[in-house]
């Protein structure tokens, strides 16, 4: 089933599914795009290329409140903050970015250990992938391709969407968008043209290049072991790091937190908020001594659990090439080169 | 006159091959190839043969000086400095991190550097109407001069227009913005505590989530530990992944700074940092 609707009617679409529920879009902010609950249905805007935050935050929000209580009060009077969730759409999201949440499903129930928020959310929300503009050239810093990623993949969303101009066709994927489509009624039928248009651009997608090099997952894990004990290559790596949050905050991939209670007077909540394993006390002990004290442990940390690690352990590549990590670096490191060298001679082969 | 961004490349890698091969430094802190040319990368040299691999253009706004707490006392380093830069060398020897006599500067006298993200040139904003560093040992060019300049308080006055309860309402704005990566700490020159405050938890000085009280706390702190020290290199401002124009602030406090102490961050090794420097003559204000 392929719909459609124009760009200029996305506020009656954004409309539609605010009536449903909770709707999550890209919209413009001053530093660039992000996804956010959307309030006013004209702020919703397709035309970004992709967020600064990845959509992680949709199911991983960067503070999730736990339980609330009083201090100086009895644990029994604690109460557990409930996660009463409308039916959520998370609007926009990029193919690399949906293929992220498969990687982070892993952690969050695949490996039997079920975490209840990140379960909840994700049943409760329905994704609307939409493909990259293939008329517009990668960003630099992007290299889903090589992680096998197409520019246009619609697996692992609900509901599909391409845009051709001003016009936004959508393509029911699983049950659950199917549902959620029949229920909206102002969608017109495409045509046949543009049905031959959605399925060629999907195809295409594995043609469109973002940067690009062969990749054998074996071999990544082998010579990221093989190195893990030359410091002169971490440190080399590492010198120009500042150790900051920023490429892990903003990646699609990384879970790491801190559970923390924060009060105002008397008013206490326990919270999960995001951490990340670039900071100097992330594995700080409480005997105060500190296994990660260099700038190169810790970036060889980030690399490796995503490189080399998750390789062993789960068998993926934990990272989908989306680029963040590089676009936001302060200092531009980027991990795509990071990884070019440390195998270089095994697997590196540019097309 | 122009910059030609090239020769101070070529000055640049002479005199560290130079400083390398005669073993006077053991680590020169420049400025390398990144991604592609619109991101080149804080660079260290440690071999003569690394040379190669610095450059220098426009993008290279990095302020080097904030790397040289990471070297054990005593390394002999070399590091290139813009204007900016060279005032952070300056106050990171009146506090005492480095010393002069373990230090050459490759002074760079510059304008015309452009922020990547926005294209937009950074000189007025954050180079403290200087052009040329105010501590070198070797300059890597011409001294720049009859170029206009814009004064370093000259972007504060919009800011300064706003009442007590607008400003209040525009750093609240801002602050929710902050998604507490703490990239403006780990990219100050100035910002080398370790611990950072806001890391401690005995006593917890403020949340560690993202939320107003702990951004508020966050913010407001180091802004004052780094009034008198902050030498407006904007490096900060350039880190954040949103936007926060946290140099406003940082302006502000080292304007007022300027005025009761009558001296500005880094000018001089011969100062003493206007907070730790106990005058008789001192203003009053600060009490008032
Ligand atoms: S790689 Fe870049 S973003 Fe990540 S910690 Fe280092 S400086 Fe920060
Ligand atoms: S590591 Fe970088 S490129 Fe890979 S998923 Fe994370 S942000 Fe994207
Ligand atoms: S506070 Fe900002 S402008 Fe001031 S020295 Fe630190 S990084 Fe530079
Ligand atoms: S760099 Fe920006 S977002 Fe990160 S902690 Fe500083 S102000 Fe907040």
Redesign the pocket.
């Known amino acids: 089933m392929l719909k459609k609707t124009t760009i200029d009617k996305l506020p009656e679409l954004a409309a539609a599914l605010m009536e449903k529920g909770t709707l999550v879009a890209p919209i413009k902010e001053d530093a660039g795009f992000n996804f956010r609950e959307i309030t006013d249905t004209k702020q919703v805007d397709l035309i970004f290329h992709n967020t600064i935050i990845s959509p992680k935050s949709a199911f991983f929000p960067q503070v999730e409140d736990f339980v609330q209580y009083q201090t100086g009060k009895s644990i029994l009077e604690a109460a557990p903050v409930e996660l009463n969730l409308k039916p959520t759409f998370l609007f926009g999201v990029r193919p690399c970015d949906v293929k992220s949440f498969q990687i982070m499903d892993i952690h969050f129930s695949g490996t039997g250990v079920v975490d209840p928020y990140w379960q909840k959310r994700r049943e409760a929300t329905i994704i609307f992938g939409f493909a990259f503009d293939m008329n517009e050239v990668a960003d630099a810093a992007e290299f889903y391709h090589t992680l096998g990623i197409g520019a246009a993949d619609p697996e692992g969303s609900d509901i599909f969407m391409v845009r051709k101009d001003d016009i936004l066709m959508l393509k029911v994927i699983t049950p659950k968008g199917e549902k959620l489509m029949t229920g909206l009624s102002f969608l017109i039928d495409a045509s046949a043209d543009e049905i031959k248009y959605f399925d060629d651009y999907i195809a295409k997608g594995h043609d469109y290049k973002t940067r690009y090099t062969c990749v054998d997952t074996e071999a990544i894990a082998r010579e990221f072991e093989a190195i893990f004990d030359n410091a002169d290559f971490w440190t080399k790596i590492s010198d120009a790091c500042l150790s900051c949050g920023v490429c892990t905050f903003v990646c699609p991939t990384c879970y790491c937190f801190d559970i923390c209670d924060e009060t105002l007077f008397s008013q206490g909540t326990r919270r999960r908020v995001w951490d990340a394993c670039m900071f100097t006390d992330f594995t700080l002990e409480a005997s105060g001594h500190n296994p990660r004290t260099k700038v190169y442990q810790r970036l060889r940390q980030k690399v490796c659990h995503k490189y080399s690690y998750h390789i062993r352990k789960y068998g993926v590549i934990s990272c989908v090439g989306c680029g963040r990590c590089t676009r936001y670096c302060p200092v531009n490191i980027d991990i795509f080169s990071i990884v070019e060298e440390a195998v270089k001679a095994k697997w590196y082969k540019r097309l | 006159m122009t910059i030609s961004f090239k020769q101070i490349e070529e000055k640049l890698k002479t005199e560290a091959k130079r400083l390398l091969e005669s073993g006077q430094v053991s680590v020169v802190l420049a400025y390398g190839k990144g991604y592609d040319e619109k991101h080149p990368m804080p660079y260290v040299a440690r071999n003569p043969s690394d040379v190669a691999n610095i450059v220098f253009n426009e993008y290279c706004n990095y ?1 080097m000086a ?1 790397y040289l707490v990471r070297y054990p006392a005593g390394t002999k380093i070399a590091v290139a400095v813009k204007a ?1 830069d060279s005032r ?1 060398v300056i106050q990171l020897i009146q506090e005492e991190k480095v010393k002069r006599e373990d230090l050459v500067l490759l002074g760079i006298p510059v304008y015309g550097m452009k922020n990547p993200k926005t294209q937009e040139i950074i000189d007025g904003k ?1 180079t403290g109407g200087l052009y040329n560093p105010v501590l070198y040992d070797i300059l890597l060019g011409d001294e720049v001069h009859g170029q206009a300049i814009q004064l370093p308080y000259d972007v504060l006055a919009a800011y300064e227009s706003m009442d007590k309860e607008v400003r209040f309402a525009f750093w609240k704005k801002e602050f929710d913005k902050c998604i507490r990566c703490y990239a ?1 700490r780990k ?5 080398y505590c370790d611990p950072c405050f806001i890391d401690q938890n005995k006593p917890k000085w403020g949340d560690k989530s993202p939320k107003f009280h702990g951004n508020l706390m966050y913010h407001l702190t ?1 802004f004052h530990h ?1 009034a008198g ?9 350039r ?1 954040c992944p949103v936007d926060i124009p ?2 406003l602030f ?1 302006k502000k406090v080292a304007r007022e700074c300027e005025e009761m102490f009558g001296q500005a ?1 880094g000018m001089s090794i011969e100062d003493k940092p206007a907070l730790v420097n106990f005058r008789v003559d001192d203003s009053d204000k600060i009490l008032e």
């Open positions: 302020n904030r900016a952070a954050t403006c990219a100050c020159p100035m910002c180091r780094l020290r902050c030498i407006d290199c904007g490096e900060c401002s880190a946290l140099y940082h961050a």
